[in-house]
């Protein structure tokens, strides 16, 4: 069946720093890639996704690319803030199962000033 | 003006009572799902519904019962409500594909006391 496996959390980081969540699936169809973001007491937002090889992801200056070959779709961000502290999700969406996105653990981010 | 809405968004009740969260998504998406997400931020599928028709049946409790009176609506009905039930419970929608992601809703906090 399909799986998501993410880093395992919590990170914290300073502001500014530069931010890699790691992020790595087995499908049996191929699947679309995505990344969301839960900020706390919310429902999770969809922050950026690729559906195809090689596609790259962006949104909010985050960005995420679509490996195949390594069966990965990490998260970066050159420059995190204070506002970035939040729960990230990775998921994939496989064509052989009904729709049904698959969901890692999710990352809790903590950025301090 | 809200694309998926949950009601209510707390919910406190004691053990053995039956309740219900309703969910709306104005978004014209034809799949509804319910998520469950535990302490921990893990998110487990409960069910799926496409166009009323229930598509996707984890290994949910019987306890737990999906309506859709049409497609822009999906219910959640528990009844004897047990202490591990307590847990966010989110609503989604999305267009049918795997390209497209999911649209949450804001969750209730279901706390069975």
């Known amino acids: 069946g399909d799986s998501v496996t993410q880093m395992e959390g919590p990170v914290t980081l300073s502001e500014e720093a530069f931010l890699t969540i790691n992020c790595t699936y087995t499908?049996?169809?191929?699947?679309?890639l995505f990344w969301y973001v839960q900020y706390p007491g919310e429902g999770l937002q969809l922050l950026l996704k690729?559906?195809?090889?090689?596609d790259k992801g962006s949104n909010k200056g985050f960005e995420a690319t679509y490996r195949k070959e390594t069966t990965s779709f990490h998260l970066e961000k050159g420059s995190v803030q204070v506002s970035d502290s939040a729960v990230y999700f990775c998921?994939?969406?496989?064509?052989?199962?009904?729709?049904?996105?698959?969901f890692g653990d999710g990352t809790t981010l903590t950025v301090k000033p | 003006d809200t694309a998926v809405s949950q009601t209510p968004k707390y919910l406190v009740t004691q053990m053995g009572n039956d309740k219900s969260i309703k969910c709306e998504q104005n978004?014209?998406?034809?799949?509804m799902y319910w998520y469950k997400q535990d302490s921990k931020k893990f998110l487990k599928i409960m069910f799926s519904y496409n166009n009323k028709e229930l598509i996707i049946n984890e290994t949910v409790p019987n306890r737990f019962s999906p309506k859709s009176p049409d497609k822009a609506h999906l219910n959640l009905h528990i009844n004897s409500l047990e202490l591990g039930d307590s847990a966010v419970y989110f609503c989604?929608?999305?267009?049918?594909?795997?390209?497209?992601?999911?649209?949450f809703g804001s969750g209730t906090r279901l706390t069975v006391v």
């Open positions: 690729a559906t195809k090889a090689d």
């Open positions: 978004l014209g998406h034809d799949t």
């Open positions: 499908a049996t169809g191929y699947p679309s």
């Open positions: 989604a929608s999305s267009q049918e594909g795997v390209s497209y992601g999911y649209t």
């Open positions: 998921a994939l969406t496989d064509n052989t199962n009904a729709g049904k996105s698959t």
